[in-house]
Nanobody, 118 residues
Framework: QVQLVESGGGLVQPGGSLRLSCAAS????????MGWYRQAPGKQRELVAR??????NYTDSVKGRFTISGDNAKNTVYLQMDSLKPEDTAVYLC?????????????WGQGTQVTVSS
């Protein structure tokens, strides 16, 4: 069993910053990818950023503002969010693809609320 525990969400003013963390624990053989989705009310779930073997990808709306990074020793991924905008308001969900070369599974965190408002 694998658990993903997120932290770091909250309320911030426009232009402010937040740092999200997601730590994986449990029966981890190998982590292939970790990343963040977000879901705002009435909108589809959106992939925000992911990191895999050191390669990062971002959705266009956050490029230049968000930075994803990982600490392999801690099985943890971070999302540094700068220059936050009201449209970044959403529940941010961490995910990880973990397993072996033969079989991989996707795991989800519980989600953390990010609210950008003055």
């Amino acid at each position: 069993q694998v658990q993903l525990v997120e932290s770091g969400g909250g309320l911030v003013q426009p232009g402010g910053s937040l740092r999200l963390s997601c730590a994986a624990s449990g029966s981890i053989f190998s982590i292939y990818t970790m990343g963040w989705y977000r879901q705002a009310p009435g909108k589809q779930r959106e992939l925000v950023a992911r990191i895999s073997n050191g390669i990062t990808n971002y959705t266009d709306s956050v490029k230049g503002r968000f930075t994803i990074s990982g600490d392999n020793a801690k099985n943890t991924v971070y999302l540094q969010m700068d220059s936050l905008k009201p449209e970044d308001t959403a529940v941010y969900l961490c995910y990880a693809i973990i397993g072996s070369a033969e079989r991989k599974y996707r795991y989800w965190g519980q989600g953390t609320q990010v609210t950008v408002s003055s």
